[in-house]
């Protein structure tokens, strides 16, 4: 087993704290306008938005940023599409995960089909189990990507506490 350096306990803590930002931030946005099923699934997308984008540079978590957004709007219009003509079905998803797929080749993002297919799924599924809301759901996936924006703040928040001032990466990231 490899040893810890410095930096990768301080990077490890950044995420954390980054995380449980931004799960507090998107539970008590949420608390008062949902029921909590659906806070607890805002703010486990926001903590995977977090996770998506953190980056050891502002330029790399930008960039994931980037990929992030075009990835939940090309699910967003094949999701929103598919819902609005047909009920949820496991090869209905797959179908639309498969035109996600050919959408992201054809736009020269074949790194972003993953996110698109992982979107998609999710979206479509929740669409599954709430039948009579299901057409919401790729608006709910069009949320889920602005807390990614607060998932991003959170980042760039953790990066700048003085308690990290002594690590490595804090002072690369202050350059």
Known sequence: M????TWQVFYAVDMTIACAISYAIIGQLLAQYVDEPTKLLGGMWS???TVFVFRESRTSALSAGISRLIATCVSFALCLA???????????MAIVIGLGTIVMILLGRRDDIITTAITTAVV?????ISPQ???LQPF???HRYRSGDR????VQVVRVLPVLSNSRRACEVMT
Do not use: D, H, N
């Open 2 to 5: 490899r040893k810890l350096t």
């Open 47 to 49: 903590v995977v938005a």
């Open 82 to 92: 598919y819902i609005l003509v047909f009920p949820f079905t496991g090869f209905g």
């Open 124 to 128: 479509l599924v929740v669409a599954g």
């Open 133 to 135: 809301e299901a057409w």
């Open 140 to 142: 709910f996936a069009s």
């Open 151 to 154: 998932g991003r703040s959170c």
